[in-house]
């Protein structure tokens, strides 16, 4: 193993992880929370483009994010979004049904490889990987577009009456 599929390997890891960690605990929507993934976003895609893959590269990880974007809307209606009467805070928490959804795309990442291996098609390993971060940081990304989507009008419709924190 090189020391990009170890890197791309362990940006994964800790994607995984800070996601799981994320969605077992039952936190309030603030204005972070709905930001981070695409800062997320961006700066992992900043750190792929700047290491000038190919295009075909480019192109796969762009499906990956799509798709990762895709399953991210789908997924999150399984996210329970509500709005504590006592306090006024908006709440979320995805549980094991969201889990479920990351071991899938984990799954899936696997199965793309088998796939790929039994029909001798040569793929490099870091572009499969990068492709799975696509994926992973993408899912994020559209899961929280509709945490959003749902928690606004909880807030009265403005980003601004989120907390900051």
Request: glycine share 10%.
């Amino acid at each position: 193993m090189n020391s990009n599929v170890i890197v791309t390997v362990l940006v994964a890891l800790v994607i995984v992880v800070f996601i799981f960690a994320r969605q077992i605990i039952q936190r309030p929507v603030t204005q972070i929370s709905l930001l981070l993934p695409l800062i997320l976003f961006v700066a992992l895609g900043g750190l792929f483009l700047a290491g000038h893959p190919a295009s075909e590269g480019v192109v796969a990880v762009l499906i990956g994010a799509a798709l990762g974007v895709g399953t991210g809307l789908l997924s999150g209606q399984v996210v329970r979004v509500w709005r504590d009467e006592a306090t006024g805070t908006i709440f979320q928490y995805g549980g094991w049904r969201y889990l479920i959804v990351l071991v899938v795309l984990l799954l899936a990442r696997v199965l793309i490889r088998f796939v790929f291996t039994w029909s001798g098609s040569a793929i490099d390993e870091t572009a499969l990987n990068a492709v799975l971060i696509a994926a992973l940081v993408g899912n994020f990304v559209g899961r929280d577009i509709l945490i959003a989507l749902r928690a606004l009008p909880l807030a009265g419709g403005s980003f601004a009456k989120l907390s900051s924190r």
